[in-house]
C-alpha cells in the first residue's frame, strides 16, 4: 500500500557531489520522520541522517558538515552528499515512518536501495 522509490544514486569521484531522492506514494495520512541509512559490505546497516515533520535534523559524526537532509512537505526528502570519500561508499536506504489513517499507529518503511560508490 506504501512504496518509497529512491534514485540519485551513482559513481562519484573522491570530493565529488550526490542528491538522493526519495518519494513515498501510496496510502499516506501523514509522515513524521523521514531518514536515509547506508549498509557497506559487510558491515551492519548504520543511520546516516534524519529529519523530523518539524524539521529537526540529525546526523551520524561521520557526515556532519558534508551531508544535508532536506524535505518537501509532502512525501519526498533528498540528502544532498559533499564532499563524498571513498568510506561513504555504501547502499543508502530510505526510511519513513508512516501513518496510513488518521487512527492508524505509525509503520517504519523502506526503500529499496541505491548504491552510492566513490572511486577514483
Known amino acids: 500500500q506504501v512504496q518509497l522509490v529512491e534514485s540519485g544514486g551513482g559513481l562519484v569521484q573522491p570530493g565529488g557531489s550526490l542528491r538522493l531522492s526519495c518519494a513515498a506514494s501510496?496510502?499516506?495520512?501523514?509522515?513524521?520522520?523521514m531518514g536515509w541509512y547506508r549498509q557497506a559490505p559487510g558491515k551492519e546497516r548504520e543511520l546516516v541522517a534524519t529529519?523530523?515533520?518539524?524539521?529537526?535534523t540529525n546526523y551520524a559524526d561521520s557526515v556532519k558538515g558534508r551531508f544535508t537532509i532536506s524535505r518537501d512537505n509532502a512525501r519526498t526528502v533528498f540528502m544532498t552528499m559533499n564532499s563524498l570519500k571513498p568510506e561513504d561508499t555504501a547502499v543508502y536506504y530510505c526510511?519513513?515512518?508512516?501513518?496510513?489513517?488518521?487512527?492508524?499507529?505509525?509503520?517504519?518503511?523502506w526503500g529499496q536501495g541505491t548504491q552510492v560508490t566513490v572511486s577514483s
Open positions: 526510511n519513513m515512518r508512516i501513518r496510513s489513517r488518521s487512527y492508524s499507529r505509525s509503520t517504519d518503511y
Open positions: 501510496g496510502r499516506i495520512y501523514d509522515i513524521n520522520t
Open positions: 529529519i523530523t515533520n518539524g524539521g529537526e
